[in-house]
């Protein structure tokens, strides 16, 4: 069903809704590993609705005052539908409706609540018995039921990646996931969601006593791994054509080797690289490499320099994923300002939020509040319904699921957040949050709001007297 | 010779004259106050008079706020600006003594920097005096943290030895938190004993340091602020504060929530993250976001703290404090509880002196906002620290303009401008 979308251009459905893509190369949606796993996720029980009289950050730039009508888990259409029959309405007047938020930066489940115990209790962020981690996957160290989810999910969060660390250059797969507490991570996957693949530039990556030991080491450790990945794909290609070419029998980029397989997934389109890397020379660095090798679709993490190189970062359709307020924590973050997310944005880069701890997983829209006052305090034209963009429309493109979610238009999945107020107001909160038109939060029933197993019966948590 | 000492003695010993000016036209809002059309008046380092209007003495610099909300400077309740900068670099951090002898008699204000980017940005977000705490190192007590005053020029210590921190943390102590707190309570106990040369090393625990550091803990000078979230650690500090007899500041309280009577009762105050709701510890796992709302309800005096993982505990304290009580506001607390626990309940807290506020007599310690100052969007637009106006620019605002947009068709590059 969703395969003729597949074929698009992101270019063509973003210019559409968004009318501001300013990449000069065409990037593909990404189509899905051979090996990635199925899943297991089912929508909520759930009616079909009509939100009526709120307004609408659409997500694509455009707000309106108007409805949202809601069908089987999908959204069909945004204005005036009074006639709308066989639905739910919830009156919306005076509150505001967008897009459910997307996190592309977190480490739920693997950087576990309450992070008590030894390291290996609570922390399975990266696999850095080498410098590239290519062939493991963090979805495999997911506690799904982490508490942070339920409330990632109460702060308005429908959907968020799960990154590896940042200790090894190249370390792995990531999974993108519903914010749903469950028993298992296949029935949080987003369905047909692709995987995305990190790897890390900078002081993290470096290692004191073994490859790489330096950042220039750490690009010739990105070079092998490319390399790799090429080989690895001429050798597919050499046995799709039945004369071997290519193919080098025991090689490094053999088809049995599965980091090359996942280099070579990232080189083909099918895996988005989320690149944490802070500085402007270091992102630059990467960046020419990585496109050197034919990768197009690369989110730059943590990036707190990227504002010194955003037009660099707008013509080459890279996304950067930023901090409004944190610097200064090591040397590499020297540099951040508040501005960076707005400067970013006016050179016409594909700009976002994201949260990295779990604090912050509850406060994006905050996080995007406090980056468009700073940009219109320095005198840039950033209302509301453009910066709503960094947490929707924007980390949508970043992990490929720009055809899917992001905006508010007919065909979309309705993951919505109905707020009590302005969303950028420190004093609003989600009153519903709809994942794929089911209500998967609601402020006002406690039934309607998930809570982690952790939770469960711990006397801490009760109402005293 | 001796008269040019003099001379300067009664130099460095004036305050700065700084120039009288006149905010008009102010929303001022301060703790339960919202007031229009308010004329705030600044003279040396004080606020000379408020009032509806009024009198603006000649000469005056008039500064006109446009109707727009002025309050009190902001204040950290518990902060690192100025002892901890690159969090990466060895020498700029001071928070600390894992090894050596130093306990109790670690004296953090000595390890202030004047010049760190952390206290200029701090300056130009609107916060004016502030609580720095060492971090628990070599055992239960952390060391004495100092007050500050961020007035430009000056050396930001107001106050050293301001309190003493302790760690009811079983790591401290061999192993088991039982352990930190009886060791807390020996402390207090050694330092009752009055110095005495028949006491030989082997009497006490403690060294003679550590010893001389808690005597003004011991006589209720200085509260001694305990760091703790959970609930039993919490009922162990108000039992503490009964059995010596001393003032007592809980700093975390993620489970204060749940003691609130108890801790109204023995007036001690909790300063809470109103950020903290997630089971970050299992020390926290009752953390939730309405603790500040339900501490006020019971009467318990509360100041606030933001940390989100230590990222605000040194940059951004200003807008970090103002997301936290516009955080707790949406979470059932009152504006005016909210705007008092990030600017005059702090002092309050430490001190325990009611606070002054905006009113004749008060320190010109003053902020003209943007917005309403509890939505982290708004920022400083003016700010007052002794009377005098701060600079708003910092490295970051030079950042900011270096790279701004409209330079991007400049001839030279950045490193020019």
Known sequence: MRVPFRQIAVCLTLAATVGRLDAQEQVLRPQPMPDAPASEYRPLPRQDTLLVGATILDGAGGRLIGDVLVRDGKIVSVGQFPEAQNVTRIDATGRWITPGLIDVHTHYGTFLLPQGGSREDFSDVTENSGPNAADSWVEYAVRSSDPAFAYALAGGVTTAQILPGSAVIISGRSVVVHTIPSPTLAQMRFPDAPQGLKMACGTNAVEQSSFPTSRQGQIAGLRRALREGQEYIQAQSGAVDGKGKGRRRGGDGGPGNPRAATIAGAIEGKLPVHLHCYRADDIANWIAVLQEYGIKRITVHHAAEAYKIAPLLAKKGICAAVWPDWWGFKRDAEDGIPENAAFLDAAGACTMMHSDIPVLGSLLNIEAAKAAAAGRRAGLDVPPEKAIRWITSNPARSLGLEDRLGTIAPGMNADLVLWSGDPFSVLSKPDLVFIDGAIAYDRANKSRQPTSDFEVGRPQRERVE | ?417
Not at chain 2, 84 to 105: F, H, L, N
């Open chain 2, 1 to 417: 010779m001796r008269l040019l000492l003099l001379l300067l003695a009664i130099v460095i010993s004036t305050p700065v004259r700084a120039e009288t000016i006149a905010i008009t036209n102010a929303r001022l809002m301060d703790g339960d106050r919202d007031e229009p059309g308010m004329t705030i008046v600044l003279k040396d380092e004080r606020i000379l008079s408020v009032s509806r209007g009024g009198p603006i003495p000649s000469g005056a610099r008039i500064v006109d706020a446009a109707g727009r909300p002025v309050t009190p400077s902001l204040a950290a309740a518990a902060t690192q600006i100025g002892i901890v900068g690159i969090g990466s670099a060895e020498d700029t951090r001071d928070e600390a003594v894992t090894s050596g002898p130093a306990g109790a008699g670690f004296d953090i204000s000595r390890a202030v920097d004047a010049n760190d980017l952390t206290i200029q940005e701090a300056r130009a977000q609107g916060l004016a005096s502030a609580m720095i705490y060492p971090d628990a190192g070599n055992g239960v007590f952390a060391g004495k943290g100092a007050m500050l005053h961020l007035v430009p020029g000056r050396d930001p210590v107001s106050m050293a030895d301001a309190a003493m921190f302790a760690a009811p943390s079983g790591k401290k102590a061999g192993g088991s938190r039982a352990a930190a707190w009886t060791l807390i309570r020996n402390g207090l106990t050694e330092a009752r004993r009055p110095a005495s040369p028949a006491n030989g090393p082997r009497d006490d625990l403690l060294d003679p340091l550590d010893i001389e550091a808690l005597r003004p803990v011991a006589a209720g000078r200085i509260p001694l602020a305990i760091t703790a979230n959970r609930e039993s650690d919490i009922r162990q500090a108000i039992a503490l504060a009964k059995d010596y007899g001393i003032r007592v500041v809980v700093v975390g309280g993620a489970e204060a929530w749940r003691v609130a009577s108890a801790l109204a009762s023995s007036r001690i105050p909790v300063i809470i993250d109103p950020l903290d709701d997630l089971p970050f510890s299992y020390d926290a796992v009752g953390a939730r976001r309405d603790n500040a709302a339900i501490l006020a309800k019971a009467g318990v005096p509360i100041a606030f703290m933001v940390s989100a993982q230590g990222i605000y505990l040194s940059y951004d304290v200003g807008p970090a404090l103002r997301e936290g009580a516009g955080i707790a506001v949406a979470n059932g607390l009152s504006r005016g509880e909210a705007l008092r626990a990030i600017t005059t309940a702090p002092s309050q807290v430490w001190t325990g002196r009611p606070p002054s506020g905006l009113v004749a007599g008060a320190a010109a310690d003053l902020v003209v906002w943007d917005g309403d100052p509890l939505e982290p969007s708004s920022a400083p637009s003016r700010v007052f620290i002794a009377g005098r106006e701060v600079s708003p620019v910092t490295r970051q605002t030079l950042l900011r303009d270096r790279y701004h947009p409209s330079r991007s068709g400049d001839a030279l590059p950045p490193a020019y401008r």
